[in-house]
């Protein structure tokens, strides 16, 4: 029987998930709670609801239509109470999409149909499928079923994961992959605990597991002012990567706060707000990174 498992969203179209053109698949659920997470959406592995506060004319419609009584005004905000089931009546009600849900479930073969409808483009540009999230890896049964059915077509899968999950659960996926894309966030483990709510020592332990298993691997670190914007940070990492002999390259990515507002209309707190990383700083920091894969 197939497995299920709760996704945000397939994005066609891809350029910056892997090789060539991909379809990108959006997982629902993460361990981690990084303070810069631009989809915070998919921190809970349940359907949430966004409210576009800009939008909601406060008809009040979705609350009378809501058969669980879950839906209350508090402030200028919808809140979804306890009880709330999903069924998503407050989203067909508002004439206004001042309310969007996030997070459907779905089943395997249904998503590798879906993927299969874009196998053209990834054959001719060399491109494939990536499972990214949230964190795939906690849904692992679910993400092995859609990249052994890929796989089975001759497409190239790809993960993009923070490998922070037990090895030993996670092996099946990993050896479904044609690539990882992985994050080190952090090299100093208390810093990384603060920032994102775990320590980093299962993830660069992972990191090696995958070394010996020759799999090839992207590394990439979120570059975050205050955070890891330094040349220490970032040479730590860079060496530890560079003893490997699988890492195609090690990418610096710079902040963007584009979870903010995601984070308003689910009506979550706010994160600390990160000033942009200066351009002549990443300059130095990308220098630093391309000596991990020369």
């Known amino acids: 029987m197939t497995m299920d498992g709760i996704i945000t969203d397939i994005q066609s179209f891809s350029l910056h998930d892997g090789p060539g053109i991909r379809s990108t698949v959006f997982c629902k659920g ?63 009600e508002c004439v206004n999409d001042a309310i969007k849900a996030s997070g459907k479930r779905v089943f395997a ?27 795939v890896l906690m849904q692992a049964a679910f993400a092995a079923e859609v990249l052994a059915g890929c796989k089975a077509q001759g497409i190239h899968t790809c993960i993009e994961s923070n490998m922070s999950q037990p090895f030993d659960a996670c092996h099946d996926v990993i050896a479904l992959c044609g690539l990882v894309i992985m994050d080190i ?68 990515m710079e902040y963007h706060g584009l979870g903010e507002d995601k984070r308003v209309a689910l009506g979550m707190e706010a994160s600390p707000r990160f000033a942009a990383v ?10 630093i990174a391309e000596t991990a894969v020369r």
């Open 30 to 92: 993460c361990n981690m709670r990084c303070a810069w997470c631009h989809n915070p959406e998919t921190f809970t592995a349940r359907t949430q609801f966004f409210h576009y506060r800009e939008r909601c004319l406060r008809c009040g419609q979705c609350i009378a239509r809501c058969p669980q009584n879950a839906l209350v005004f508090e402030g200028s905000s919808l809140v979804h109470r306890e009880g709330c089931d999903a069924c998503g009546a407050c989203e067909r």
């Open 109 to 135: 073969a249904w998503v590798v149909d879906a993927l299969l409808r874009d196998r053209a483009f990834y054959e001719r540009s060399g491109g494939g499928v990536t499972l990214s999230g949230g964190e």
């Open 185 to 252: 966030k952090l090299w100093d483990s208390e810093r990384h605990r603060k920032w994102t709510g775990i320590g980093n020592e299962m993830v660069l332990e992972n990191f090696e597991r995958l070394a010996a298993m020759a799999v090839p691997v992207i590394v990439r670190t979120p570059i975050v002012t205050g955070v890891n914007d330094n040349e220490a940070e970032i040479s730590a990492i860079a060496k530890f990567v560079s003893a490997a002999g699988n890492v195609l390259e090690y990418e610096l």
């Open 278 to 287: 200066e351009a002549a700083r990443m300059k130095r920091l990308r220098a």
